[in-house]
C-alpha cells in the first residue's frame, strides 16, 4: 500500500481480555517496529522486527506482550491479560532495515483498557 | 542509553512568523541520526527533517531547518513562516548508527512541544 496501516483503529476492552492489534507496512520495507506512546509522552521502543525475525524485543514491558511477523510483512501484536496501565497508543512502523533508514508511522491504534 | 530531552512542552507563534523548537541530547555515540516528527490531532507521526551527524551542513525542507550543535549536543528545529496547519505536536528523536547493511535501528524520542500557530 501506499502508507503503513494500522487495524482496528480503536479498541476498547475488558481488564484481563486478550487483544491483537494489526500493522501492514509499506511494501518492501524488511523492518517493522512497534512503539506504544502513552498519553502526553513521547513514542517507546517495544520491538523491531527484521524480515520474521525479532531483531531486537528489549522494550517489551513484560510477558504479557508478544508480536509476531511470520511471512515478513504484516505483524501482529499480542497482549495477553490486559491491563489499565496498558492503555495507550500503539504506534507501527516500517523501514528499508537499512543503516540508514527513515522510519515511516502509521496512525496508530488507541487501546482502551476498562 | 540515549536520552532526549525537549525543555518547552508547549509554545505558541503567530501565523507568518518563525519559531524555535529545541531539543538536546545525551550519547556517547559518534554515528547517529536525528529527526523532527510532527504529531497532528490525528496521530499519524510525519516526518519532517532528519540530520546525519556526520554532516555539519544544517538540514533544511522548504520552511523547516535545524540548527544542529554536535558539540554541544544540541538539535533545534526552525519554523519559518508559520502555517495554521503546523500546529501539532512536535518530536525530536534520536537513532543510533548501526553498521551492517541490513541493521535497522529504534527511535529514542523527547517528549514533545506542543506548538499552536494563531491566526
Known amino acids: 500500500g501506499a502508507g503503513v496501516s494500522q487495524t482496528p483503529s480503536n479498541k476498547v476492552t475488558e481488564k484481563g481480555k486478550y487483544v491483537e492489534l494489526r500493522c501492514d507496512p509499506i511494501s518492501g520495507h524488511t523492518a517493522l517496529y512497534w512503539y506504544r506512546q502513552s498519553l502526553g509522552q513521547g513514542p517507546e521502543f517495544l520491538i523491531y522486527?527484521?524480515?520474521?525475525?525479532?531483531?531486537?524485543d528489549s522494550g517489551l514491558p513484560n510477558d504479557r506482550f508478544f508480536a509476531v511477523r511470520p511471512e515478513g510483512s504484516v505483524s501482529t501484536l499480542k497482549i495477553q491479560r490486559t491491563e489499565r496501565g496498558d492503555s495507550a497508543v500503539y504506534l507501527c512502523a516500517s523501514g528499508m532495515g537499512n543503516s540508514q533508514e527513515t522510519q515511516y508511522f502509521g496512525p496508530g491504534t488507541r487501546l482502551l483498557v476498562l | 542509553a540515549q536520552t532526549v530531552t525537549q525543555s518547552q512542552p508547549e509554545m505558541s507563534v503567530q501565523e507568518a512568523e518563525t519559531v524555535t523548537l529545541s531539543c538536546t541530547y545525551d550519547t556517547s555515540e559518534n554515528n547517529y541520526y536525528l529527526f523532527w516528527y510532527k504529531q497532528p490531532p490525528s496521530r499519524q507521526m510525519i516526518l519532517v527533517i532528519r540530520q546525519e551527524a556526520y554532516k555539519q551542513q544544517n538540514a533544511t525542507e522548504n520552511r523547516f531547518s535545524v540548527n544542529f550543535q554536535k558539540a554541544a549536543k544540541s538539535f533545534s528545529l526552525k519554523i519559518s513562516d508559520s502555517q495554521l496547519g503546523d500546529t501539532a505536536m512536535y518530536f525530536c528523536a534520536f537513532m543510533k548508527h548501526l553498521a551492517g547493511e541490513t541493521s535497522g535501528s529504534r527511535l529514542t524520542f523527547g517528549e514533545g512541544t506542543q506548538l499552536t500557530v494563531n491566526p
Open positions: 522486527f527484521q524480515g520474521t525475525g525479532a531483531a531486537d
